[in-house]
């Protein structure tokens, strides 16, 4: 049977991905070393954030399977999966499972991290919209999700692998060409996700950082008058 080259993901979502990999694993390392590297980790996770918009918007309007009404499963198309009849291009049902999963949990870890306080050498530019108490229970579970964070993520290089090796079929190059090989002439190309698109996508993003950054927070309160010397 003659094989097919179909594009499967588009260069926005390429960028997000490789992009958002890069942010995450550099999150972490400076999470973990602290000290003078945690206005670095603030800053990455502002970055992580405004990303993780362009995303959510990206998956409204963008191309066919960066879309989430195309690839979010329903019990039919799990079953379908799991008895071998599921044919299809982008996330597989189980994979979107992992891809929803990651996102969701990064999102939690991006949103934490903003409304954050250790209380020794990092305040995160939201924390003044929620109390002390909310900041540092957000705080302790920024720090408990990154372990989740990492195990899923693992789990997710973990199972690309097993594709690799048992099922060879390789999710790998189709994230960094845009490209896949296929030999059902069913499968068609991704649409849609043009120009006008990806920069309404960005703009939504770049605002979002902007508020996430504490664009819109109340002015401080200007500074109490100094009294006059008794002299």
Known sequence: M???RVKVWDLPTRLFHWSLVTLVVAAFATGLVGGNWIEVHGRLGLAIAGLLA???VWGVIGSTYARFAQFVPGPARVLAYLRGQWHGLGHNPLGAFSVLG????????AASGLASDDNISFTGPLKALVTQETADALTGLHHL??????????????????YAVVKKDYLLPPMITGVKTVDDPMLVS?????????IVAVAIAAGVTWAAGGGLNPPPPPPLPQAAPAW
């Open 190 to 198: 991704a649409r849609g996700g043009g120009w006008l698109a990806f």
């Open 54 to 56: 362009f995303r959510l």
């Open 102 to 109: 990651l996102l969701g949990l990064t999102l939690f870890q």
């Open 2 to 4: 003659e094989k097919l």
């Open 145 to 162: 999700n990154a372990w989740l964070l990492a195990g899923l993520a693992g789990l997710h290089v973990a199972s690309i692998v097993f």
